[in-house]
């Protein structure tokens, strides 16, 4: 509303405004214009035409009620032409006009309406509200886009006690609920629209016959059910936590240290919040795992961002789509964004400009702004396995509060992963030589220490379902290349590009020296 407000006192001629939630658009622009100057405010849509909104004076408005109609503007043509004819200060609001400006006759109305407004100097706004962004590119440079963000808690509460009170009439008793419960009801529906937050508290009120705490649980899995829709974001949920984690002390130190980061203490200490951070890393190395995990150490709730469906043509434009999912992960805020392998996702971004028209070009410098203006606490998590794919612009220092390199696991941190993998499977975790298969897993991944576990344990269960032993996994080690190995030149060009420019996520650098590779040919 603030964004509008100053759009419209420094008289923008065009603005595009983009929700699924018209009414409430609507309500708020009412809001904005009457605090400013009782301007009258005319709506557009294909089925009526022009009709100016009926208000008091304060915003007040109801859906649906409007005082006069213009005659004769159904088609877009004669609407612009109305805006050009009159020149008394207003607000015009177009719904749905995206579509017809497909049409260069349109497009040229809007431009000759918009060089009007500019040219006479008119107190005149044109707004185009719409669910989805679609800017024909004559109009680029005209125009300013506004995201309209999504309720807030407030509106949110005005949402539920409609809900709840007409939920109590029908019971017959009404109850008290506490101001705790009801906040944390209203919070379980941040990221919705008012209509989806209706549904949702209706839906949990029908089939639980009652809206209390307990039905918490009922509402978050609706909201879940409406975020995955997008396709692109998902709720994760995730059982691990650091502990699960072998290594990568510095990293976790990191996280450990701004647990309390997006509390009320460390704003009122003067602590800036978080960003985000980058892992970079050799593949299999935990990045994603420790970057789940966090979600449990900060106790916020982590969305994952399919950067690659952002991009899929079938969910609708790439550009609006990260729009919309970035106003939802706002919406959560306080929460985690984890985006993984965005190397593939920006990738190749070079050559976007010749293959999709500069989508991903787009869609990138989207992502881009948002970061480096985003106010909410969101904080991004992004992994990557090559920096040579990755943008520039992407790995500037300022970008992320940090860079951490993942390398391969040294011979402490293997020790520590084959005890958690072990004891995640085995109670009796002492009787297997840890010490002797880290030295002998120089090389290995997270992944494939992992790995070896689970081959040894098919093995000795398909050798009539006897309990694996030491011998089992040295034979599955045995048995392994790992990728270090294959991919050496790969793995020593990112050590070298991470030396001076990222941190590095464990205490102690790994070595692969020749000498373990030696003890481990010799053993057998
Ligand atoms: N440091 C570690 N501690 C414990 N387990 C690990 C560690 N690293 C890897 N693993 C195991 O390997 C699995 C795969 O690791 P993960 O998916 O996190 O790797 P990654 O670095 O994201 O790889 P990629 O680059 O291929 O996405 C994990 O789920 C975990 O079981
Ligand atoms: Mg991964």
């Known amino acids: 509303m603030q964004e509008l407000d100053i759009l419209i006192r420094a008289r923008y001629p065009l603005v595009y405004l983009i929700t699924p939630e018209e009414d409430r658009a609507l309500g708020a622009l009412a809001q904005v214009v009457d605090e400013q100057s009782f301007k009258p405010l005319y709506v557009w849509s294909v089925t009526q035409g022009f009709r100016s909104l009926q ?41 749905d006009l995206h579509p017809f400006l497909e049409s260069p006759g349109v497009i040229r109305w809007l431009r000759d309406a918009v060089g009007h407004i500019r040219n006479e100097r008119l107190e005149q706004t044109i ?9 024909p590119a004559e109009l680029e440079k005209d125009v300013a886009v506004v995201d309209f963000c999504l309720p807030t808690i407030k509106e949110l509460g005005v949402v539920f006690d409609q809900v709840y009170n007409d939920g109590q009439v029908g019971d017959g008793h009404p109850s008290q609920l506490s101001p705790d419960t009801r906040e944390v009801l209203l919070r379980a529906a941040l990221g919705l629209t008012v209509d989806e937050a209706e549904k949702v508290y209706t839906r949990a009120l029908i089939s639980a016959g009652k809206l209390t705490e307990c039905e918490l649980d009922i509402v978050l899995s609706e909201k879940k059910q409406v975020i995955r829709r997008s396709q692109i974001l998902e709720f994760h949920e995730e059982s691990k936590t650091l502990e699960h984690v072998g290594g990568l002390e510095n990293l976790k130190k990191w996280f450990i240290d701004r647990s309390g980061a997006f509390s009320e203490k460390a704003r009122d200490y003067g602590l800036p919040q978080p960003k985000g951070l980058l892992l970079l890393g050799v ?20 969305l994952k961002l399919d950067m690659g469906r952002v991009f899929a043509s079938l969910v609708g434009s790439s550009e609006q789509n990260l729009r919309s999912v970035l106003r939802t992960a706002e919406s959560l805020a306080p929460c985690l964004l984890f985006t993984d392998e965005v190397d593939k996702a920006f990738g190749g971004m070079a050559s976007s400009m010749g293959s999709d028209g500069g989508t991903a070009a787009r869609v990138f410098g989207t992502f881009l702004t948002w970061m480096q203006e985003k106010v909410s606490p969101v904080f991004v998590i992004a992994t990557a396995n090559r920096v040579d794919r990755l943008p520039g612009e992407f790995l500037r220092k300022g970008r992320f509060d940090e860079i951490f390199f993942i390398d391969l696991p040294n011979p402490q941190e293997r020790e520590a992963i084959l005890r958690i993998h072990l004891s995640m499977r085995r109670k009796d975790v002492i009787s297997f030589d840890v010490g002797d298969l880290a030295a002998r897993t120089s090389g290995f991944s997270g992944a494939e220490i992992e790995q070896a576990i689970i081959s040894a344990m098919y093995e ?6 006897r309990e694996f032993s030491q011998f089992d996994i040295i034979r599955a080690i045995e048995a392994t290349k790992p990728l270090s190995q294959s991919m050496a030149e790969q793995v020593t060009a ?20 020749k000498s373990e590779y030696l003890r481990m040919e010799s053993s057998f």
């Open 55 to 95: 208000r008091n004076g304060q915003g007040l408005w109801k859906p649906g009620q409007f005082s006069q109609t213009a005659p004769g503007t159904i088609s877009p043509e004669a609407a612009l032409d109305f805006v050009i004819k009159r020149g008394d200060p207003t607000v015009f609001v177009f719904k």
């Open 283 to 302: 593949p299999g190395c935990g990045k994603s795992l420790v970057a789940k995990t966090v979600s449990n150490l900060w106790n916020l709730p982590l």
């Open 127 to 135: 707004i185009v509200l719409s669910p989805v962004m679609r800017i």
């Open 460 to 465: 000795a269960f398909a050798d009539d379902g």
């Open 494 to 513: 990112l050590r070298e590009w991470a030396q001076d420019r990222a941190r590095m996520a464990s205490c102690s650098p790994t070595l692969i020296d």
